[in-house]
């Protein structure tokens, strides 16, 4: 007996420091996943929160016929052909007569972004009664002047220090123009309005979401209905035998398929074979449907399978049809899961690069697409490309692009939660 | 009785009692199930008469449900369920080519061991027979049938402040009637019930079984059960199965005063599980 107890309480002993044990690798598994994630977050928001404000300079033109080489009567031709360039250049040097050096000033056109002579003469084509008049405009700093002002303007620089690719006569000249008050950091816009572009002051995310959404669209369009028929159909009508064996077996193995190979797939069949142009959204969206059919295929048997037979057998003894039973009970129990599935799938696809890679979908497009045929480039190739690119502007882009594509993951998967939340029916 | 004047069992056996009738609503002559390789009955012959009460009991496992599984072809949604003979429903072949299951389910509704209603609305379980039957012309009709159905179930009092509230809240002696107002309400020509009160308390299983009992008047029914005090209480007839093989029939009071056969003696004296 006196055995047996001291048996127990070593047993015990034993027992209680392996649950100890466990609770502790549990523990520091989630720290350490909490960590990653926090390390990722802060360095990307503490790289990227820059992107969301913009550096614009304030400045008076006056748009006089004579500079530009127009008459009242000027067709819009002539606007076109019309020297803006000369416009900005002697609006910007009459600021400062007593800079005469060539290459000084042309240190000064230089705090204005490359765009600046077009920017007049697009608002010339917008309204041309501002010819022959003054106009107070804002204007978009240079990315170098941008970067400078927003990270580093007021520090202390040291004798002669230079900061970034900005010289000492740009830091005097920001200076002056902080001291007039005529610089000034605003919301960037440009971000949200704009495409790509090689200048980073001007280049925008504006294409890459319209690009991701018009990709998204035709995958959820195709993959939806053909996943949740499969699903339907495999799980409720299909025989058991060997060929559908053979049928599920190679979905579940489709679902391990590295997606580039989708990408070489699509290439093959969708651009090769049956000639559709490279780099659309259409093509995307067809080679991101066959990566996330398998993902919304097995979800949607899964939420299939755990409709409660009994509910099956309820519906078939009232004489429903297999159809019947399947569309008014199975179908609306097993929708929730099969959303759920989806909007992961979808995630899954809005975060994919490789496959549209191969697909060509990472050229340089400056044009916001209008329809599924139209060239576009996606948010994480935009990520990829500006991560590329080696402008120092671009880094602080590539974590602002980052941290919208997080956003939007992130929206998606709450939504799926709410969803299953919202949607989940108890029997 | 003497103990070796009684039958006992044999591959070729002969159903004791009066398994025949001269005036049948179902006729079963001949079947066989099989599971696959496995045969769950074998050779079954049993006649049940209009508008009667019958009764099956026999231990776990006898073939009860698949027995009666056979009646409305729900063995059909059993890929290896195979069934062989003839079940005539009022002299047509339920197994004929010709035959709808939809049809015939509509004719010969059925009650599961749990109760199942649908995850909607008291109504909409009532009235979802009648729905894709196409029984009614109108919402009004519609509303009627939900009503009378309800009120033959003694539900209708209990229900009909909340017949849009999900069925599912219900208690589960509620649910089962309710399951059997939806069987009602296609107006079926036989009812089939399996094990309907094992998942109720006593006084559930007694409204229940009165249900059953008014039930009766209208309808032939044909109820598994495992308790034989239930057997006794609402059916008119009672056939005995064991290992799949239909042992005796006999009215209801003979079965349970003065068996015939040796095993179903056995049984209702509690010496076979
Ligand atoms: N779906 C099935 N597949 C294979 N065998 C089954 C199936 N359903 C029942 N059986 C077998 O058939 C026999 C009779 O079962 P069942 O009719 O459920 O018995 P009871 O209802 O009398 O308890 C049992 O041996 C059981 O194992
Ligand atoms: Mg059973």
Redesign the interface.
């Known amino acids: 007996m006196n055995d047996k107890a001291t048996r127990l309480a070593q047993t015990l002993k034993r027992r209680h420091a392996a649950e100890r044990r466990f609770q502790w690798y549990g523990r520091l598994s989630v720290a350490f996943g909490v960590a990653c994630v926090l390390f990722l977050f802060t360095d990307i928001i503490s790289k990227g929160y820059g992107a969301f404000t913009q550096t614009y300079i304030d400045i008076e033109v006056t748009f006089d016929y004579e500079t530009l080489g127009l008459t009242p009567d000027s067709t819009e031709t002539d606007v076109k052909a019309a020297s803006f360039n000369s416009l900005f250049r002697n609006t910007v040097r009459a600021q400062y007569p007593e800079v005469t050096d060539r290459r000084k000033q042309r240190t000064l056109y230089g705090l204005y972004t490359t765009d600046a002579p077009i920017m007049l003469r697009d608002m010339v084509l917008r309204d041309p009664s501002v010819l022959g008049t003054t106009q107070q405009l804002t204007i978009v700093a240079d990315d170098d002047i941008d970067t400078y002002y927003k990270h580093s303007f007021g520090q202390d620089l040291g004798e002669g220090g230079v900061i970034g690719r900005v010289n000492p006569q740009q830091i005097a000249l920001v200076q002056q123009l902080h001291d007039q008050g005529r610089i000034h950091k605003k919301f960037n816009t440009i971000l949200f309005t704009n495409g790509d572009s090689r200048d980073p002051e001007l280049a925008g995310i504006k294409g890459a979401i319209i690009g991701s959404l018009l990709t998204l669209l035709v995958t959820l369009m195709l993959s939806f209905p053909i996943a949740v028929a499969t699903a339907i159909y495999l799980e409720e009508f299909a ?2 035998n060997r060929l559908t064996e053979f049928i599920e077996v190679n979905i579940n193995n489709l679902a391990a398929v590295p997606s580039v190979i989708f990408g070489l797939l699509g290439l093959a069949i969708f651009i090769n074979f049956f000639g559709l142009p490279r780099s659309v959204p259409l093509v995307g969206g067809l080679v991101l449907t066959l990566m996330t059919l398998p993902t919304i295929i097995i979800s949607s048997r899964a939420s299939i399978k755990a409709v ?1 037979p ?12 297999k159809v ?1 039973m399947v569309m ?2 199975v179908l609306p ?1 097993a929708m929730p899961g099969m959303l759920t599935g989806t909007i992961i799938g979808m995630a899954q696809a809005l975060g994919e690069t490789a496959p549209l890679l191969m697909i060509g979908m990472v050229a340089f497009i400056v044009e916001t697409p209008a329809a599924i045929t139209d060239a576009a480039t996606v948010l994480p190739v935009q990520i990829y490309l500006w991560a590329d690119s080696p402008e120092r502007a671009f880094v602080e882009k590539t974590s602002a692009a980052i941290m919208i594509l997080l956003a939007f993951l992130i929206f998606m998967n709450s939504t799926a939660v709410w969803l299953r939340k919202r949607l989940e ?3 | 009785m003497a103990e070796n004047s009684k039958q006992t069992m044999n591959d070729t056996y002969e159903t004791t009692g009066i398994p025949l009738l001269k005036d049948s609503k179902l006729s079963v002559r001949n079947v066989d199930v099989f599971y696959g390789d496995k045969q769950a009955i074998f050779d079954v012959n049993l006649d049940i008469g209009k508008n009667q009460v019958i009764s099956m009991i026999g231990p776990s496992g006898c073939g009860k449900s698949t027995f009666l599984r056979c009646l ?1 072809r ?1 063995n059909d ?1 059993i ?1 290896i369920c195979n069934v062989t003979g003839e079940i005539k429903l009022e002299d047509q072949n339920i197994y004929d080519r010709s035959i709808d ?6 004719r010969v ?2 009650v ?1 061991q ?1 109760p ?4 909607k609305s008291i109504y909409e379980n009532v009235a ?2 009648a729905r ?2 196409g029984l009614t012309d109108n919402k009004l009709e519609l509303d009627e049938l939900v009503e009378s159905s309800l009120k033959r179930c003694g539900l209708w009092k209990e229900v009909k402040e909340r017949l849009l509230e999900p069925a ?1 809240g219900l208690s589960g002696g509620q649910q089962q009637r309710l ?1 059997i107002a ?2 009602i309400a ?1 107006n079926p020509e036989v009812i089939l019930m399996d094990e309907p009160c094992s998942a109720l308390d006593p006084i559930a299983t007694a409204t229940v079984e009165e249900l059953i009992h008014e039930l009766s008047q209208n309808f032939t029914i044909c109820i598994v059960t495992h308790s034989m005090q239930q057997a006794a209480r609402v059916s008119q007839r009672t056939a005995y199965f064991h290992l799949g093989k239909l042992i005796e029939v006999n009215d209801t009071s003979v079965v349970f005063t003065n068996p015939k056969h040796q095993l179903t003696e056995e049984y209702i004296t509690g010496r076979i599980g």
């Open positions: 025989p058991k409660p009994s509910i099956r057998e309820a519906a078939l003894g009232m004489g429903a049809s019947q008014h009970h129990l029916r108890r029997w | 409305n729900m949604t890929d299951v939809v049809e015939l389910r509509a509704g059925m599961f749990k199942n209603p649908f995850p979802y027979g894709i039957h599912t399951c939806r069987a296609v």
